[in-house]
């Protein structure tokens, strides 16, 4: 048995999607473990860019099974355009598994989390307005429709009744605007069902068999420690926990069947949507960095705030969930630069902090207690091995693994598969 869990260290946009199917070539089973179609991974294979919302990162691959597990809310419409998607580029989708337990995003969590973002004005969140929130209400609110009631009629249109009578009242009433015609929803939803009755199973069942069975599992993240309910800089957060402790509720496996925890660190920083953000940059270097990554949301579009690496951060994530390696992304992105920052401490009111701040009114206040490195001005995409990094790449790295208290475990320069540095065995 061994499983390993790929998770966002940052604000998300790491690029986790590239280090999960890189790994997920010596995986079994790729499973999702949280989220919904508001996060997006973007993976280059071949030349070719694959961009998925909620596929596991695992269906580039041939043979492999694909759990979209019970913790992950489904927007059936979106997850058969994706499947359809896959099936015309010629990827299997056979070995795809979705959890009956799974919560089913409705039209009428679409349109609430438009108008209640339009409503909060000045305090609005930054939700992409893909219902996810609201979803995640429902559910902790002991009203949600889950698959396994999609897939029985029956059952179906009576929650959707019920659940319609509620919302057109609080549309109309509350937001001024129209609800959902009953009839409407349900013969759409439920022509979704059929297309969907396939792939719906017991994921847990399935996870556990396959841990059972000695088969190595992927557990893939969605968003990042920064946008954790319980653990993020509330409420600018996503509404479930994509820290590794998500895994075992998300998933419906126990925790010790876990091995080996992969925390994806981007070189710089970055982060969509409101929030204290505190080695964000305003001037050219911050244009620079967007402009040479493409920092531009996958599944928004919208632009990225960027800044300096903050090993405070990436030091949190790593106590949060326990992170045996980091995986570093876009190194080659800051190729250009001749002086970088690495933020290595807050200070607050002229003292240095040792916890995260909780209050978002603190993180706003704090200065970044910078260290500063000479850039290595020399082109990374084309090495392969760790020693031939350039040595201020190196000093830079292990700077921040020192500073963040855990190993370097994988370095990549660029978003083919190839262009990857291994430095440890992660399935072991």
């Not at 350039?390 to 790295?397: C, E, I």
Request: charged share 25%; net charge negative; with cysteine.
């Amino acid at each position: 048995m061994s499983a390993i869990v790929v998770m966002g260290t940052q604000w998300g946009d790491e690029g986790k999607g590239k280090i999960v199917d890189y790994l997920a070539e010596q995986a079994d089973v790729v499973a999702r473990y949280q989220g919904g179609n508001n996060a997006g991974h973007t993976v280059v294979v071949a030349g070719k860019e694959f961009k998925l919302h909620l596929l596991p990162s695992g269906i580039l691959y041939k043979g492999k099974t694909c759990v979209v597990g019970n913790g992950v809310v489904i927007d059936p419409a979106v997850m058969i355009k994706e499947i359809k998607g896959m099936q015309e580029k010629g990827f299997e989708t056979v070995g795809l598994k979705i959890s009956n337990r799974a919560h089913v995003i409705m039209p009428y969590h679409r349109l609430l989390d438009e108008v209640e973002e339009e409503y909060r004005g000045d305090h609005k969140i930054g939700t992409t307005k893909r219902g996810i929130g609201p979803c995640y209400m429902d559910k902790n609110s002991r009203c949600g429709i889950r698959m396994v009631d999609l897939m029985d009629a029956e059952e179906f249109a009576e929650k959707l009744k019920r659940n319609l009578d509620a919302k057109n009242h609080l549309f109309k009433a509350v937001y001024g605007v129209e609800g959902f015609d009953y009839e409407t929803v349900k013969n759409e939803y439920l022509g979704y069902a059929e297309e969907l009755r396939s792939y719906v199973v017991d994921t847990s069942a399935t996870l556990n068999q396959a841990l059972k069975q000695g088969k190595k599992v992927l557990f893939e993240g969605a968003q990042a420690t920064m946008l954790d309910l319980d653990h993020g800089t509330y409420p600018y957060v996503t509404s479930s926990n994509p820290i590794a402790g998500g895994v075992g509720v998300g998933a419906g496996i126990g925790p010790t069947k876990i091995n080996n925890v992969v925390g994806v660190v981007k070189a710089y920083t970055t982060r969509v949507g409101e929030g204290p953000f505190p080695t964000e940059l305003f001037d050219e270097m911050g244009d620079h960095i967007r402009e040479a990554g493409h920092e531009y949301g996958t599944t928004t579009g919208r632009p990225r705030r960027c800044g300096w690496l903050d090993a405070c951060v990436v030091r949190y994530a790593v106590d949060l969930s326990g992170i045996d390696y980091m995986a570093i992304t876009r190194l080659d992105i800051l190729d250009a630069v001749k002086t970088l920052k690495i933020c290595v401490a807050y200070k607050y009111k002229g003292e240095i902090i040792n916890e995260f701040p909780a209050s978002l009114k603190t993180l706003a206040a704090v200065e970044p207690v910078y260290e500063e490195f000479t850039g290595w001005e020399t082109d990374t995409t084309g090495v392969r091995l760790y020693e031939d990094l350039p040595l201020n790449a190196r000093l830079y790295l292990e700077r921040l693994s020192e500073v963040a208290g855990t190993k370097l475990g994988i370095v990549s320069v660029g978003p083919g598969r190839d262009q990857t540095i291994i430095l440890a065995d992660m399935f072991k």
